[in-house]
């Protein structure tokens, strides 16, 4: 079974920075897509929201728009790792961030942006952004 281990999160202030590492172990393939996907307080995992994946094949990647031009989502290859670098962080970024990972496309992703194309997920790390 692939598991998935987040760290980085903290308590930080509007226009802020932080970096989210996802770290991969177990049972895994190359051509997965890996995700991030954000769940805010008093929510459930029906309400979790992807905002950015990549492709472990090609090293492409989507965002959703309310993260683009803020979030980063990149990969180490090597150290099975990967990370989630967001700027700008804003108030309504507060979430439990969780890794994810997909045998599904990220055209299949971008598609149906949802949490139950994924079939592992990390225990999450929370995000908390201050004004």
């Known amino acids: 079974q692939v598991q998935l281990v987040e760290s980085g999160g903290g308590l930080v202030q509007t226009g802020d920075s932080l970096r989210l590492s996802c770290a991969l172990s177990?049972?895994?393939?190359?051509?997965?897509?890996v995700a991030w996907f954000r769940q805010s307080p008093g929510k459930d995992r029906e309400d979790r929201a992807l905002?950015?994946?990549?492709?472990?094949?090609?090293?492409?990647?989507y965002y959703v728009d309310s993260v683009k031009g803020r979030f980063t989502i990149s990969i180490d290859v090597a150290n099975y790792t990967v990370y989630l670098q967001m700027d700008s962080l804003k108030p309504e970024d507060t979430a439990v961030y969780y890794c994810?990972?997909?045998?599904?496309?990220?055209?299949?992703?971008?598609?149906?942006?949802?949490?139950?194309?994924?079939?592992?997920w990390g225990q999450g790390t929370q995000v908390t952004v201050s004004s």
């Open positions: 994810a990972e997909s045998v599904a496309d990220l055209r299949a992703i971008a598609r149906a942006p949802t949490w139950k194309l994924f079939r592992s």
């Open positions: 177990g049972r895994t393939f190359s051509r997965t897509s």
């Open positions: 905002t950015a994946a990549i492709s472990r094949a090609t090293g492409e990647a």
